[in-house]
């Protein structure tokens, strides 16, 4: 494995266009704030919490606590390097070209799918209200408005992302406060004491196995918190502001699903069946008497999917862009206009789109090997964001500590306990006949593309 220790070639060597730096600090705070509230925490921790019983609270834990040792890493990679391209731009610089192309085209590849996914949802969400109108017509209309607004200014991404981020705080913030409520007894049919923690076959009731699978979904549920550190180099004081996000990425991650998953498994048994059909929000919102919960709730995961449809057009691109600037991809893609990677917009958005029709025309086969690759490609991404840090931070040390404004706590044992987990992560995929085909399909994904780059790397260091 070789190291390449200079810096990536930027655009501005070159002198190409640059992206704009339209995003303001408050745009940053709410994108942070927000991107931790997705729609896989309003619907999809139902399956968790089926799987694990109360135990998802310690799988939400576990996953949580290593979503802030990566956080902490990448936040302070990105604090003395900003750059669109984040973790993909620091795994070219540290380890080589062949890492930053597989971190970067495998993330780009992961963000699209789940453009894809998001679509498809809310343009299911809005059929079930106006059945007239085709669910695939509703994605149609979803992709063109978020493809446009992205091709015209990164201040409308920040401006989107920020009534976005409000709604979702607020919601998720009402929660907390209602379901304080209903543990106290203050409001609903008494306080439930911890009958629903131990009772139901107890804690634990599916055991270790259980306790896997939820471990699993809570780690999928936590994707996407990247976005925030390529967001930052569009900011106009990126050091301050990245390291600002990751700061608050702790507190976030406590309050909003760790502390919001206790709540519900202390009201709800975690067998009730509405746990997975309505999801585990409105089921706790019904059991509260809240009048109108299963239509506010749905009209909040609509805002959700929405907000990570926006988020996932904008990092896409910007991933697509910074590859492709570092001379990893297609060259017309690095064109700026108006300080947007317009061609990366409409190719990122493109694939999306492909892969929307894919789950129409080929959803066992095609959209299945795709899905399948996404599950995994986060924890690939965590992986090279381990690996990164221990270079990058004995480099700067060495050269530079001036730009170690954040710093990863209890480097470098806490950094090999990360790397630990992923790969323990990994190692619990194996269990599940499910979870091994998405561990197959990304195995194919992630030779390929360390395939294509290592042989560029070659290429380019005989030239």
Known sequence: MSTVTAPPKAPAA???????????????SMIALGGVIGAGLFVGSGAGIAAAGPGIILAFTAAGLLVMLVMRMLGEMSAAHPAS?????????????????TAGWMYWVMLCCGVAAEATAAGSIMNSWIPDVAGWAWVAVFMTFFCASNLTAVKNFGEFEFW???????AIVAFLVLGVLGVTGVIGHGAPGAANLTGHGGFLPHG?????????????????????????????????NVANAVRTAVWRIALFYIGSMALVVTLVPWNNPDVVKLGPYVTVLQLLNVPGAAVVMKAVVLIALLSAMNANIYGSSRMAFSLVARGQGPKALAKVSGGVPRLAVLASCGFGFAAVLAGYWWPDTVF???????????????????????????????????????KMWGYPYLTWLAIAGVVTLL????????????????????AGLSAVGYWRQRRAQSA
């Open 14 to 28: 070159s002198g190409a266009p640059q992206l704009s730096h339209g995003l303001k600090q408050r745009h940053l």
């Open 208 to 240: 270790a196995s259980g306790l896997i699978t939820g471990l699993l979904a809570s780690v999928f549920a936590y994707g996407g918190l990247e976005t925030v550190t390529i967001a930052a180099a569009e900011s106009d004081d990126p050091r301050r």
């Open 164 to 170: 976005f981020a409000a709604v979702k705080i607020t």
């Open 368 to 406: 299945t090997w795709l899905m399948n690759t996404t599950g995994v490609a986060i924890l690939v991404v965590w992986l090279f964001i381990g690996v990164t840090q221990l270079r990058m931070r004995r480099r700067l040390e060495r050269e530079a500590p001036e730009l170690l404004t954040v």
């Open 85 to 101: 391209g984040s973790f993909s731009v620091h795994a070219e610089r540290e380890i080589g070209p062949w890492a930053g192309v």
């Open 427 to 446: 190692g619990l995929m194996t269990t599940t006949a499910g979870n091994r085909d998405q561990l197959y399909a990304a195995g194919v994904l992630v």
